[in-house]
């Protein structure tokens, strides 16, 4: 099984509707994040949590909201989508590997989002 | 702007050949990862490294991290089709975030 898993795989919606992705880990670790990744622009950060009560902006916020229901779960809101925002969405989860001295990240499988 | 600079932006070789791939930045990371993404799938990490001069091999896969930490290669050794995919460089904080590359499109052919 998966350790990060995200849902829906595949959205299609129109502009102006409320939308929510959401993710699940069995990892066990309390970082997560949302990542947008668009043609030639990579990944860019969306938010990140370090845990339970903690919420961050990341690098393009505007447009977005998340909740973190639980270390296991953390859910992305498009309040009002429009057509930009058409992009892979992606969830990662993050832990301290002591034998590396470095946070590593792990992915899920992704959201592609349409925004029509 | 995108502070990690990769090149190329996409790289074609046929089977057997090696490649390069670069990652270049003007800031100073504590850790520098690279990843591998394949078509419908999140990106898999495949290695952290961590000090100035760094260099890690990972079968025929030799990963580099600059003096400086602010720049690091990828040399794949006798390309397979298997190589084929979105590489990945991110630079990393002491406080685990992490600034992704713009990546490099690496395709195999036979």
């Known amino acids: 099984d998966a350790d990060v898993t995200q849902t829906p795989r595949n959205r299609i919606t129109k502009t102006g509707k409320r939308i929510m992705l959401e993710c699940s880990q069995t990892?066990?670790?309390?970082?997560m994040y949302w990542y947008r990744q668009d043609p030639g622009l990579g990944l860019r950060l969306i938010y990140y949590?370090?845990?339970?009560?903690?919420?961050n902006k990341g690098e393009i916020s505007d447009g977005y909201s998340v909740s973190r229901q639980a270390q296991a779960k953390f859910s992305l809101s498009l309040e009002s989508a429009i057509p930009n925002q058409t992009a892979l969405y992606f969830c990662a989860t993050s832990d301290f590997n002591w034998s590396r001295g470095a946070y590593e990240q792990y992915f899920g499988p992704g959201t592609r989002l349409t925004v029509t | 702007t995108q502070l990690l600079e990769q090149s190329p932006q996409f790289l074609s070789i046929q089977e057997g050949e090696n490649l390069t791939v670069y990652c270049n930045s003007s800031?100073?990371?504590?850790?520098l990862q690279w990843y591998r993404q394949e078509p419908g799938e999140g990106p898999v990490l495949l290695v952290t490294?961590?000090?100035?001069?760094e260099v890690k091999k990972l079968k025929r896969l030799t990963f580099q991290f600059g003096d400086a930490r602010k720049d690091s290669s990828l040399h794949i050794t006798a390309a397979q089709t298997g190589d084929t995919g979105l590489y990945l460089c991110a630079g990393g904080s002491s406080w685990g975030k992490l600034q992704f590359g713009a990546g490099t499109q690496v395709v195999v052919t036979p």
């Open positions: 949590s370090f845990d339970v009560k903690d919420i």
């Open positions: 800031s100073v990371f504590s850790s």
């Open positions: 990892k066990g670790h309390d970082r």
């Open positions: 490294v961590v000090t100035g001069g």
